[in-house]
Every structure is written in structure tokens, then in C-alpha cells.
């Protein structure tokens, strides 16, 4: 099945942009503007950074610096679940002795 492109306007700083995307990542789209319009907003509010591009870049810093905690959080996480698992699976094979 293809992926036809459908085209998306999304609103972000006042801004009209209009972005291709497959019509079922149409929603994802939208959902991303208005978290990145958002970011933004809050950026441009705090009064520290002027200019439409410093404060893009800063919201993608912030945004990005977000996703990668969560991976890190998510992959230790992960890691301790297992260490738990192998600890669980040791007492039970003790036990069965």
C-alpha cells in the first residue's frame, strides 16, 4: 500500500507552514506544531532570546535535550528490569534445589 502525501498546514509563532507528510502521520503532524509552537511561545515569553531563529533552535535544544533523557531514563530502566529478572530467575532456580 503507498503512502499518499497529503499537504498540512500547521501555525507555529504566527507562521503558516505547509508540510508534506503521509495522511496518516497527518495527526502527529499537527500534535508536533503545537508542541513545538508551544515550546517556542514559553522561549520567546521568558524574554532572554530574541529572534524567530535563535528561538527555534533553542526550543529544538530543549526538545531534543528532552527525548534523550527519556531514552536514557527508558534504557536504565530497561537495564534494571533485566539486572532484576536475572536475580529473580537465580532465587527461583535456588529455591528449586
Not at 509552537?37 to 515569553?45: G, H, L, N, S
Not at 531514563?73 to 533485566?82: D, I, R, V, Y
Amino acid at each position: 500500500m503507498s503512502q499518499k502525501p497529503t499537504t498540512v498546514e500547521v501555525r507555529i509563532m504566527d507562521k503558516e507552514y505547509l508540510v508534506a507528510c503521509p495522511e496518516e502521520a497527518r495527526d502527529e503532524l499537527i500534535k508536533s506544531a503545537r508542541h513545538l509552537d508551544a515550546k517556542m511561545r514559553e522561549i520567546r515569553a521568558s524574554g532572554k532570546v530574541f529572534g524567530t531563529e535563535r528561538i527555534a533552535v533553542m526550543a529544538a535544544l530543549n526538545i531534543t535535550h528532552d527525548l534523550l533523557e527519556q531514552n536514557t531514563m527508558s534504557g536504565a530502566a530497561s537495564s534494571l528490569l533485566k539486572a532484576m529478572d536475572e536475580k529473580l530467575d537465580s532465587a527461583l532456580g535456588d529455591a528449586g534445589k
